[in-house]
């Protein structure tokens, strides 16, 4: 009994759910179960660049618009995700010349699109999955680092400073769950940014995991990026299986659910839990990963899954 949002709040925390514009709009119990149980929304596509300046100097927050206001009137919290991302990209951003140019298109990206959505985010993912899993830079597909090189993040977040001062600004990534290169190369960056007072508030921490392996090291990690004097959300959670499920499986996504939350809970900068979709029935998990799905709260019948009911347990109780 009792909902995420409301368990959640007992100490101070946001229980969030990345949201689709379509099915708000579309689906009558999307919504209803969106606004009884969460406290957060981020949208899952409509603030991406594709979809927010599909050509350059045309911008289109429509769809956004739509997620935004549903959110403030139901007084939730909005993340905003995302606005320098080498995926999702407008194709004509890739077709930039020079690097000098294209951080003149990035800084007008951020000025339009914050802008935009002034003082109504609470939370922006700045620059997203800039990292390669050794830790170096993801050069491979990304225009930014390619052209303009390692300081298109720092650049970033100064931009985004200046457009919106009063919204707390996120570098976000996966796989950095736990202790590992990626997440020590991102540790650095942060700490370098922190040294020499480039803008940053907060990590990401997107944990995208598959059941039975959340990383033994979850809470240590959070809380090292924590002690860098910033804070750290969970942003895109969900925890995988092959399906049809198994009531084992299940059992397990329980506790491994149960473990994040644990984690989040000890580290007192953890401020948010968001997890990647309201639904199985809309998770991105099966197109991306055939066989596997059902990584969320609820059941495609938004039925409490054994996961919801222990998180909410959890957070209740500690
Ligand atoms: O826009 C087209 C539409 O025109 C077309 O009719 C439709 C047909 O399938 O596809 C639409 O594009 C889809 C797009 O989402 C917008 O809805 C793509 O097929 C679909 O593959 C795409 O997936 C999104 C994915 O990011 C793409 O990178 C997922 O919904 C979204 O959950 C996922 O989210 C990312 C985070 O932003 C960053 N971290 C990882 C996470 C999971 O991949």
Aim: with cysteine.
């Amino acid at each position: 009994t009792g909902t995420l949002s409301a368990s959640a709040a007992r100490t101070g925390r946001i229980f969030g759910a990345a949201v689709a514009s379509s099915h708000l709009t579309g689906d009558q119990q999307y919504a209803n179960t969106l606004d009884t149980e969460f406290s957060g929304v981020t949208p899952e596509n409509e603030m991406k660049w594709e979809t927010t300046e599909p050509e350059r100097g045309s911008f289109n927050f429509a769809p956004a618009d739509i997620i935004v206001s549903h959110a403030q009137s139901h007084n939730m919290k909005i993340r905003g995700h995302t606005l320098v991302w080498y995926s999702q990209l407008a194709p004509w951003v890739n077709d930039i010349a020079t690097g000098s140019e294209l951080l003149q298109v990035m800084k007008n990206h951020i000025a339009n699109e914050m802008g935009h959505f002034k003082g109504k985010i609470w939370y922006w993912d700045v620059v997203n999955e800039a990292f390669n899993d050794d830790g170096s830079r993801r050069s491979t597909n990304n225009v930014f680092q390619q052209k303009i090189g390692d300081s298109y993040i720092e650049e970033a977040f100064k931009a985004a400073r200046l457009a919106d001062p009063n919204a707390k600004l996120c570098y976000n990534d996966y796989d950095t769950d736990g202790i590992n290169e990626k997440s020590t190369a991102i540790y650095n960056m942060v700490k370098d940014f922190k040294a020499r007072g480039v803008p940053i508030d907060c990590v990401g921490f997107q944990s995208h995991m598959i059941v039975d392996q959340v990383p033994p090291d979850y809470q240590e990690n959070l809380q090292r990026f924590a002690a860098l004097g910033i804070d750290v959300q969970v942003t895109e959670l969900d925890i995988r299986m092959s399906t049809p499920v198994s009531d084992a499986d299940l059992q397990s996504q329980a506790d491994n659910y149960q473990r994040v939350v644990k984690a989040c809970l000890a580290v007192s900068h953890c401020n948010d839990i968001t997890v990647w979709g309201v639904t199985d029935k809309y998770s991105w998990i099966p197109q991306y990963f055939s066989g596997q799905g059902a990584a969320l709260l609820f059941d495609d019948n938004y039925k409490k899954k054994a996961a919801c009911n222990l998180v909410i347990q959890t957070l209740t109780s500690g």
